[in-house]
């Protein structure tokens, strides 16, 4: 089993930031890309942010320039760092983690998610 654990979310003004982190943990025997998702009430879950395990990130357009991945891979943990909030940045953030798994039957890859962190940002 392997379990995502976010933190960092929480209520900041406008103009703030915030640093988000995902911790995986479990039968981990290599994690390849991880990334942030975000869902406003009512609207599809939507890319943020991807990085692969050699580091190189990818971003949503509405996020380029403002939000930054980074990823330790010694920790297993993956990071946004997110300045410049605006309200519609308001939604709750996933973490995604593709993730590859020792069994007696071989190496399995699957997708796994966090619980989810709420971001509310105020104007």
């Known amino acids: 089993q392997v379990q995502l654990v976010e933190s960092g979310g929480g209520l900041v003004q406008a103009g703030g930031s915030l640093r988000l982190s995902c911790a995986a943990s479990?039968?981990?025997?290599?994690?390849?890309?991880m990334g942030w998702f975000r869902q406003a009430p009512g609207k599809q879950r939507d890319l943020v942010a991807t990085i692969t395990s050699g580091g190189s990130p990818n971003y949503a357009d509405s996020v380029k320039d403002r939000f930054t991945i980074d990823r330790d891979n010694a920790k297993n943990t993956v990071y946004l760092q997110m300045n410049s909030l605006k309200p519609e940045d308001t939604a709750v953030y996933y973490c995604?983690?593709?993730?590859?798994?020792?069994?007696?039957?071989?190496?399995?890859?699957?997708?796994?998610w966090g619980q989810g962190t709420q971001v509310t940002v105020s104007s």
């Open positions: 479990g039968n981990i025997f290599k994690i390849n890309d």
């Open positions: 995604s983690a593709e993730i590859q798994q020792e069994t007696r039957l071989g190496i399995f890859r699957r997708d796994y």
